[in-house]
C-alpha cells in the first residue's frame, strides 16, 4: 500500500493542469499525507481532503 505522499507527485505528473483552486490546495495537502486512514490534524482520517481532491477535479 503506498502513501497519500507518495501518490500525490504521481497525479500531479500526470494529470491534466488543475485548474480548481480547492482540488490545487487539497492535492498540496495530500503531500503531507501519510496513509489514508491515519489521522490529519483533527480529522479522524485523511478521507475528507482526498474527497475534497476528487469533488474539485471531477467534470
Known sequence: MRKLS???PDIRADWRPIN????R???EQ???MGFISEPYYYDRNSAGVVG???SN???
Open 25 to 27: 490546495s487539497a492535492l
Open 30 to 32: 495530500m503531500v503531507t
Open 6 to 8: 507518495e501518490i500525490a
Open 20 to 23: 480548481n483552486g480547492a482540488a
Open 52 to 54: 475534497q481532491f476528487l
Open 57 to 59: 477535479t471531477k467534470g
